[in-house]
Each structure stands twice: as structure tokens, then as C-alpha cells.
């Protein structure tokens, strides 16, 4: 069964300080994996796609490691702003279907 | 022009009245996507439709039809909901590209900034 899991479910760190976020998937045949930004009340917005021969790609304070072996994926936020309190979610591409992660629910407190 | 728009924003509706849902993209998308989403909870695939013909029906209650007038536009019609059907309802496009294995799902959605839909 295709399946994405993401922990933590919720996250609080203080601004400034960095945090990882995991997804771990089993979804086959795998395509990419993309890590959506979704604050509240708003639609998500994609902030980085990692295909098969991908290992790290950066975005700003975001860094998305893969490790197609393991099926693990993690996201690094650097330097914590307060505008990074948002909902971030792992979406499995195979190939036509997308399998969307539970989601880490991140709050950047002052 | 990289936005995907959805009117209304807000929407509040009881159990007898009809309205519908309208998103609109002019990124020259040919997939667009209708998901709901809970709280707290991620967004969930309801329909699917590829070059304006619907492709993928996720076992949606009738009283949620969709309809894709044209390449830039889709429309959920709301009907008889329920209470539980209230939700924040999020409009997607996507390119549809091809690789070796057929038609292949970038995952590179843009979404819109949703319908909040509460049912009285």
C-alpha cells in the first residue's frame, strides 16, 4: 500500500534556532517527492521536487535531502523566522497518482 | 500569470441550498484537481480531470459534481451537503508532461487559496 508518514506531527522551536522535518514513504513506482508549505488557511505552495538521483537541494533556508534507498526524505529549515510557522507536507509522485504525508504542523515562537 | 484563483472565499450554506465553487488558472494547465481538506489534516483528491474530461473520481458523494466548462476553468457544485462536508476546499492545476513510463504526475501543483465551505 502506498503510504507517506511525516514526523514530528507538531514541532515548536524558538526563531532563529533550525529544525528537521522526515517523510518516509512507501510508494512505488516512486517518480519525486515535492515538500509543499501550507499556511493556515491558505493553499499549499511547493517549495522543492527531489527526483530518484537527487541527494540535497536547497531553496533559502530550506534543504531537502532524499535517500532513495532508505525512502526517506527530510526537510532542514535554517535560521528559523517566524514566518515559517506553517503546515509542511511531503507529496509522493507515482507518476500519475500523488500520495500526499500527514504533515508537521511547525510553530515559530518569538 | 502563476496564480490559480477561487471564488468565493468564504461560503456559508444550509443542507437545502445549491451553490457552486469556480476556479479559474490561465497557466495553460490541462490538469485540474478539486481536494478537500480538514483541519489539521492534508488536503484529500476528490476529482481529477485531464484535458477537460474527468480522469479520476475519488468515490465522491454525488451531492459534490464537478464540471470543467473549458481549459481554464472548473466548477464544484454543491448540493443536499452536510454538516461533515464542511471544509476548506482547494483547487489545483498542474502541467501534464510524459515521460518514459506514459503520462507522468510532476506533482508540481499550484494550488489555489481555497473555498472555506461551511454547512449549516
Known amino acids: 500500500k502506498n503510504q507517506v508518514e511525516q514526523s514530528p506531527q507538531s514541532l515548536i522551536i524558538l526563531e532563529g534556532k533550525n529544525c528537521t522535518l522526515q517523510?518516509?514513504?512507501?510508494?512505488?513506482?516512486?517518480?519525486?517527492l515535492r515538500w509543499y508549505k501550507q499556511d493556515t488557511g491558505r493553499g499549499p505552495v511547493s517549495l522543492t521536487i527531489m527526483t530518484f538521483s537527487e541527494n540535497t537541494k536547497s531553496n533559502g533556508r530550506y534543504t531537502a535531502t532524499l535517500d532513495a534507498d532508505t525512502k526517506q526524505s527530510s526537510l532542514h529549515i535554517t535560521a528559523s523566522q517566524l514566518s515559517d510557522s506553517a503546515s509542511y507536507i511531503c507529496v509522493v509522485s507515482a507518476y500519475v497518482k500523488l500520495i500526499f504525508g500527514t504533515g508537521t504542523l511547525l510553530a515559530v515562537q518569538p | 500569470d502563476t496564480e490559480v484563483t477561487q471564488t468565493p472565499k468564504h461560503l456559508v450554506m444550509g443542507m437545502t441550498n445549491k451553490k457552486s465553487l469556480k476556479c479559474e488558472q490561465h497557466m495553460g494547465h490541462r490538469a485540474m484537481y478539486w481536494y478537500k481538506q480538514k483541519a489539521k489534516k492534508p488536503p484529500e483528491l476528490m476529482f481529477v480531470?485531464?484535458?477537460?474530461?474527468?480522469?479520476i473520481n475519488e468515490s465522491v458523494p454525488s451531492r459534490f459534481s464537478p464540471e470543467c466548462p473549458n481549459s481554464s476553468l472548473l466548477n464544484l457544485h454543491l448540493h443536499a451537503l452536510q454538516p461533515e462536508d464542511s471544509a476548506l476546499y482547494l483547487c489545483a492545476s498542474s502541467p501534464v508532461k510524459y515521460g518514459k513510463g506514459g503520462r507522468e504526475n510532476t506533482g508540481e501543483l499550484f494550488f489555489g487559496e481555497g473555498s472555506r465551505l461551511t454547512v449549516l
Open positions: 517523510c518516509n514513504y512507501t510508494v512505488s513506482p516512486f517518480s519525486n
Open positions: 480531470y485531464s484535458y477537460e474530461k474527468l480522469s
